[in-house]
């Protein structure tokens, strides 16, 4: 174990900064940031409230709505059957959702009436790992395919299990012929209904044995159960000119009782330490602790860029939404792979891993350095501030060694 390698005053510096301009100044309610490096959690930053309304301060323990930083986990549950010889990432999604066989892609015409072309090739599962499936959101709202995801409440649970959202989905043609480019997309839920399919088992129970147990992380899950509730944070959304407004109480709202559809793309809770645990295991290259989730190979292969002739975002991005920023990143099997920090224009090492949440909520795994960030926060939607950006500054400027 090295030493931790960070100036103590420049660490501070960096919850001064989260406390003037976003404590301070009402933005977010509260943050909770963390900063693991060569073996140590050296640096942990709880800022403001849980819950604004019942003055409840940010604790270590608090549990987050994490969103999409639910993908990775997801993304690496998959890729642990894949180890098993279950599938290999070239199979069509048809051999294990023969639904998904007949999928074409959108030509012109409106919900209920559309005309559509044969897709070049079938979905294979490395397409939905990365995210060049052709399948989109709803909240995109820039086209008459992502009309119909909302027309049919795809995304918002209108379905009562993962196959029956399955099932909506097939009917749904694709944004573009697989493969061709990249959108961000309900791809990761699909992979949690084949885990699903391939396991024989519900996506909450294999994410329980395979993954959160192994890895110590007690407090993650697809909902809250009443023991943990007092801890669970309060969810806000921005509305220009004013505090955040709240859109999920911690004591009502829809985290408190358990799913019948299990998002593998964005369903899960969990704590710093939890998902400091998940991203310890990514650093020491599949395992921690002794247990082993991956092997080093498998994760190299979800680390590598997976889009089109090795192409960034920014040259294959179908739509303009993410977790991550486009120019000088790439994306692998379940996370942003970046690639060029010059291009990017941040700080940061290439082979870095990353993703965000809906809720602001961000990580990024930099295996160069040995080190890993976790920042938790909860305001939506996460492009309303630049912070993530910031506190790479931030964390990259506070390295001493």
Same mark, same amino acid.
């Given at each position: ?9 420049? @660490?501070?510096?960096?919850? #001064? ?43 270590? !323990? ?57 897709? !070049? ?5 490395? !397409? ?90 007690? !407090? ?74 991956? #092997?080093?190979?498998?994760?190299? @292969? ?100």
């Amino acid at each position: 174990m090295g030493t931790f390698g960070f100036s103590t005053e420049k @660490l501070k510096n960096i919850e #001064s900064y989260l406390q003037e301009k976003y404590i301070d100044t009402n933005r977010y309610v509260g943050t909770l940031t963390g900063i693991y490096r060569n073996g140590q959690l050296g640096f942990i930053s709880t800022l403001g409230l849980m819950d604004r309304e019942s003055r409840k301060p940010i604790e270590r !323990d608090t549990i987050f709505r994490i969103y999409s930083m639910t993908k990775p986990i997801t993304s690496v549950a998959l890729m642990s059957l894949y180890e098993k010889g279950l599938f290999q990432l070239d199979d069509p999604v048809s051999e294990y959702i023969p639904a998904f066989k007949d999928l074409n892609v959108y030509a012109e015409g409106i919900f209920g009436n559309y005309k559509t072309t044969y897709p !070049d090739r079938e979905i294979t599962i490395r !397409d939905l790992l990365s995210h060049q499936s052709g399948l989109t959101y709803g909240f995109m709202e820039r086209s008459n395919v992502d009309a119909a995801y909302r027309e049919l409440g795809i995304e918002k649970e209108s379905q009562q299990n993962l196959q029956e959202f399955v099932k909506v989905l097939s009917t749904i043609p694709l944004e573009f012929s697989p493969g061709t480019a990249w959108n961000y997309s309900v791809s990761t839920d699909v992979c949690g209904y084949l885990i699903e399919v391939i396991s024989g088992k519900t996506l909450d129970m294999f994410l329980e044995e395979e993954i959160f147990q192994p890895l110590g992380m007690s !407090d993650t899950g697809f909902y809250v159960p009443s023991s943990k509730t007092r801890r669970l944070s309060s969810n806000y959304e921005y509305k220009e000119g004013q505090e955040p407004i709240l859109v999920d109480d911690a004591n009502t709202g829809s985290y408190i009782n358990p799913p019948t559809l299990f998002s593998g793309g964005g369903g899960l809770v969990s704590t710093l330490d939890d998902y400091m645990a998940f991203c310890k295991m990514v650093l020491g290259r599949g395992s921690l602790e002794g247990h082993r989730i991956l #092997s080093r190979k498998t994760l190299d @292969l979800m680390s590598s860029n997976h889009l089109t002739n090795g192409k960034d975002l920014r040259s294959c991005a179908y739509g303009r939404w993410s977790e991550t920023s486009y120019t000088g990143v790439g994306f692998g099997l379940g996370f942003s792979v970046l690639l060029d920090p010059a291009a990017s224009q941040v700080s940061g090492s290439k082979g870095e891993l990353a993703w965000g949440g809906a809720a602001s909520t961000a990580f990024w795994i930099d295996p160069l350095e040995d080190m890993a960030v976790v920042f938790l926060t909860q305001l939506l939607p996460s492009s309303t501030y630049n912070v993530r950006r910031e506190l790479r500054s931030l964390v990259y400027s506070a390295l001493s060694d």
